[in-house]
């Protein structure tokens, strides 16, 4: 099993960047695949970004690509989530996950972390 821990959130202005990290325990996250997922206020849960733990390939949702960057650190064992040239849309607790294939596409696994708040004034 694999424990993940969310961190990095906070205040950051329209167009301005920011740098969460998910730090992992239990196993390492050059074996597994992650993925980062945000909520906003009254809405869905919903896919931002994820790296392959095979490979290293990224994904990313249309509306992050070109801003965000998910990225993955062996020796620190983390995966990072870049993001700039933020929107005040991008507003939401952000979290991490371990994703596993399921019949047709990946799924994040059913256990959540607290998140971390991202708030961006605009």
């Known amino acids: 099993q694999v424990q993940l821990v969310e961190s990095g959130g906070g205040l950051v202005q329209t167009g301005g960047s920011l740098r969460l990290s998910c730090a992992a325990s239990g196993r390492p996250v050059r074996v597994v695949t992650v993925g980062w997922f945000r909520q906003a206020p009254g809405k869905e849960r919903e896919f931002v970004a994820r790296i392959f733990g095979t490979g290293g390939t990224a994904a990313y949702a249309d509306f992050v690509k070109g801003r965000f960057t998910i990225s993955r650190d062996n020796a620190q064992n983390m995966v990072n989530l870049y993001m700039a040239n933020r929107k005040p849309e991008d507003t939401a607790v952000y979290y991490c996950?371990?994703?596993?294939?399921?019949?047709?596409?990946?799924?994040?696994?059913?256990?959540w972390g607290q998140g971390t708040q991202v708030t961006v004034s605009s």
């Open positions: 996950n371990t994703m596993v294939l399921g019949t047709t596409a990946w799924v994040p696994s059913s256990s």
